[in-house]
């Protein structure tokens, strides 16, 4: 007797509509729609991809959902920006929403970045950049035992750091953890001591980047995040001891 005949498992095929959503977005990613552009009419794309209307229609709302084109009423499709917002914000929502992502894990990703992105800073940044980050260290001492004031301004100053590193995908990448970090920054920075600590340690940063150094100011911001997951640590066992 033969052996039996067997076949490798085949993968879904993808809807025509992705295929034509992934077609379209490639024309715009290329530039052939710019922003403001009117689509062919569903009529028009139906005839060139050889499809109904309803596949059309379905594709659109694949780009409309992932931010790429906006449905006008009586206008048609228009081609929107293509930005970091929305990056951003998926980003921000899948670490909010996240259970498994907790505060370490968020913390880990940070100090690989920043630490990259502090001596970054260090080779690029311009005399405007030193400026607004004086002003920023001034704003904090200023701000004192305001605590919502101060996380703020938390936020402020790490992101002034990477924009003047001058990579904007920096940025992006700071701003969708930063919103997941403000309520431990609230809790961390009414611990006592904590804003004269923060100070020393951001004045060192600033000191770094001033110097033209890499290394000082990356090992200047590796000690403050060390320090900010200490606090986590004291803020989490002082939790812990309320609830017992």
């Known amino acids: 007797m033969s052996q039996p005949v067997t076949f490798e498992p085949v993968g879904r095929m993808p809807r025509l509509s992705d295929t034509i959503a992934e077609q379209l977005l490639e024309a715009i990613v290329a530039g052939r729609f710019r922003e403001g552009d009117i689509l062919p009419s569903e009529r028009e794309l139906g ?7 309803t596949v059309i229609r379905e594709a659109i709302r694949t780009l409309a959902t992932r931010g790429v084109v906006e449905v006008q009423s009586g206008r048609g499709v228009r081609v929107i920006a293509l930005n970091t917002a929305s ?3 998926a980003m921000s929502l899948l670490i909010r929403g996240g259970g498994s992502i907790d505060f370490v894990k968020v913390h880990e990703v940070r100090m690989m970045l920043e630490t990259h992105v502090a001596a970054k800073a260090a080779e690029r940044a311009t005399p405007e950049a030193l400026e607004e980050l004086e002003a920023l260290l001034q704003a904090w ?19 002034a750091i990477a924009t003047s590193a001058d990579n904007e995908l920096y940025v992006v990448l700071l701003d969708s953890i930063s919103g997941a970090l403000l309520e431990n920054r609230r809790a961390t920075l009414a611990l006592e001591h904590s804003h004269a600590k923060v100070f020393k340690e951001h004045k060192a940063i600033v000191d770094g980047i001033r110097q ?15 320090g900010v997951a200490e606090a986590w640590q004291a803020q989490q066992k002082g939790s812990a001891a309320d609830q017992s």
């Open 47 to 53: 005839d060139q991809f050889g499809v109904s209307r």
């Open 87 to 89: 990056v951003t914000e």
């Open 141 to 159: 001492a200023d701000a004192g035992a305001d605590v919502d004031a101060a996380s703020r301004i938390d936020v402020d100053f790490h992101r």
């Open 212 to 226: 033209h150094d890499p290394e000082v100011a990356r090992n200047a911001m590796e000690k403050h995040l060390q």
